[in-house]
């Protein structure tokens, strides 16, 4: 019976050992040492510093400097680097075309297009179109056929809309519905839509 007694003892005394050994092994995984965790932090700085990419743009005529990330899409870094705001950031996936600028000429959709990808290159937004006080025909067409109704998808439309009309698509309606089908508009003004990129086409 004190054989068995004393087996018991040293089983606790064991199992108390490993225990403690264990839980001491986890609060130096969870609490490193200083030195650890600041050569961690210092790599980390290092690294975030190093991604840093210089973006040189001419914004709507401006030529405009950034300092960004180079996963920083052409839409956020117009939108909160530059206070453009009219570019709508509608579904941040390419698919509603509320995000459309320009770039060198071309209708892109800035939310899958990265700044840094655009270097160099010009870039027209809708604040870039009107002439001071003086709208562009397209927001002027806009305006007379009633083509919006809430608004958040005009600045995209009119974009891709003056893009169309250069681009040699506004011969009929069919063609317009064709080359406008990247933007979605969820208040249905499509019809309006229509008939103001053929007014403007018209009057160009």
Not at 32 to 44: E, Q, S
Not at 158 to 178: D, H, P, Q
């Given at each position: 019976?004190?054989?068995?007694?004393?087996?018991?003892?040293v089983?606790?005394?064991g199992?108390?050992?490993?225990?403690a050994?264990?839980?001491?092994?986890?609060?130096?995984?969870?609490?490193?040492?200083?030195?650890?965790?600041?050569?961690a932090?210092?790599?980390?700085?290092?690294?975030?510093?190093?991604?840093?990419?210089?973006?040189?743009?001419?914004?709507?005529?401006?030529?405009?400097?950034?300092?960004?990330?180079?996963r920083?899409?052409?839409?956020?870094?117009?939108r909160?680097?530059?206070?453009l705001?009219?570019?709508?950031?509608?579904?941040?996936?390419?698919?509603?075309?509320?995000?459309?600028?320009?770039?060198?000429?071309?209708?892109?959709?800035?939310?899958?297009?990265l700044?840094?990808g655009?270097?160099?290159?010009?870039v027209?937004?809708?604040?870039?179109?009107?002439?001071?006080?003086?709208?562009?025909?397209?927001?002027?067409?806009?305006?007379e056929?009633d083509?919006l109704?809430?608004?958040?998808?005009?600045?995209?439309?009119?974009?891709?809309?003056?893009?169309?009309?250069?681009?040699?698509?506004?011969?009929s309606?069919?063609?317009?519905?064709?080359?406008?089908?990247?933007n979605?508009?969820?208040?249905?003004?499509?019809?309006?839509i229509?008939?103001?990129?053929?007014?403007?086409k018209?009057?160009?």
């Amino acid at each position: 019976m004190e054989e068995q007694s004393r087996d018991d003892e040293v089983s606790r005394r064991g199992f108390l050992l490993t225990s403690a050994a264990a839980a001491g092994l986890t609060a130096i995984a969870e609490h490193p040492r200083p030195a650890v965790a600041a050569t961690a932090a210092t790599a980390t700085a290092a690294g975030a510093a190093a991604a840093v990419v210089e973006v040189a743009l001419k914004v709507n005529g401006k030529e405009r400097t950034l300092s960004l990330d180079p996963r920083v899409t052409l839409l956020d870094a117009l939108r909160e680097r530059l206070d453009l705001t009219g570019t709508k950031k509608g579904c941040d996936r390419g698919q509603c075309g509320a995000c459309t600028v320009h770039v060198d000429g071309r209708r892109v959709l800035s939310c899958l297009t990265l700044a840094a990808g655009v270097s160099g290159k010009a870039v027209i937004t809708i604040e870039g179109l009107a002439d001071g006080d003086r709208l562009h025909p397209v927001q002027r067409a806009f305006v007379e056929c009633d083509g919006l109704q809430c608004g958040f998808c005009t600045p995209g439309q009119v974009m891709s809309a003056v893009a169309l009309i250069e681009e040699g698509y506004a011969g009929s309606e069919a063609e317009i519905r064709e080359h406008m089908s990247g933007n979605i508009c969820r208040c249905g003004a499509y019809q309006q839509i229509v008939q103001a990129v053929r007014m403007a086409k018209e009057g160009a």
